[in-house]
């Protein structure tokens, strides 16, 4: 593990968060109190700067706008993000505008309209948790990837939190990274992402692959960022499955 010194990251978020996050070593829930020690949480933690954007400014001045034949959705997100990012050091700020990303991305009232009847409420609610805390991992504009915390690897995650077996567990990945994936969503997920400075890349082909997402910034280099996530995924996933408080079906 790569990490730097730095303190504990605290935040209270709208929602309360399943407690049985804790379970994940560094991580502590208290109802809407989220504590993380960085050292015991991620896998690697070279980096405590992040790109964020004012959520309301997404909501107001970039979520209606609409591409044209000359300036496409992500040239749209693009020309935001040099307008009004912002560098933070405040972790709880990016997990704060994680939350309301992922609250308006994963919102229940999809549900009625994707023809899963599978996935409930209840599933949205996990996937708004998990990808909030996903938010602290970054990539650089070199393509390497500087933190790596549990949420990477989203099935193994999620199955150790939720009790949720291999299927369920994958089910839900295919609904975060690309079982929703029609244009109408593709366009919501790379306006609303501009407020955490980038776009919602995956190293995932598919569910068995678990490779994760991540927002990387715009001009990441995808073929060193393919190549690093290659060389340790598979040790780390073993230690997040290492956690599973009893064996899924």
Avoid at 25 to 52: K, M
Avoid at 106 to 116: C, V
Avoid at 181 to 205: D, M, P, T, Y
Wanted: glycine share 6%; aromatic share 10%.
């Amino acid at each position: 593990m790569t990490t730097i010194d730095t303190k504990a990251i605290t935040v209270e978020l709208p929602q309360a968060f399943d407690e049985r996050w804790s379970r994940l070593p560094g991580i502590q829930v208290d109802g809407r109190r989220i504590r993380i020690d960085p050292a015991e949480y991620f896998f690697r933690f070279e980096s405590n700067t992040w790109l964020v954007a004012d959520w309301e400014l997404v909501k107001s001045q970039l979520l209606d706008v609409q591409e044209t034949t000359e300036s496409a959705v992500e040239q749209l997100a693009l020309d935001f993000i040099k307008a009004h990012g912002e560098s933070t050091s405040d972790a709880a700020r990016v997990l704060s505008t994680a939350y309301e990303v992922y609250a308006y991305l994963f919102r229940d009232d999809h549900l009625d309209r994707l023809g899963l009847p599978q996935i409930t409420a209840d599933h949205l609610r996990m996937l708004r948790e998990a990808a909030t805390l996903m938010a602290l991992n970054k990539v650089e504009l070199d393509g390497h990837i500087s933190n790596v915390g549990p949420c990477w690897f989203f099935p193994a995650a999620t199955s150790v939190v939720f009790d949720l077996d291999d299927d369920m567990g994958g089910m839900l990945d295919e609904v975060y990274h690309g079982g929703w994936f029609n244009e109408h969503r593709r366009i919501e997920s790379i306006k609303a992402h501009a407020a955490l400075g980038g776009r919602l890349v995956h190293g995932c082909q598919s569910v068995p692959d678990q490779s994760g997402g991540v927002v990387a910034p715009y001009g990441a280099s995808m073929a060193n960022f393919r190549d690093d996530l290659a060389a340790f995924k598979a040790g780390w996933i073993e230690q997040v499955y290492a956690h599973r408080v009893t064996p899924a079906a």
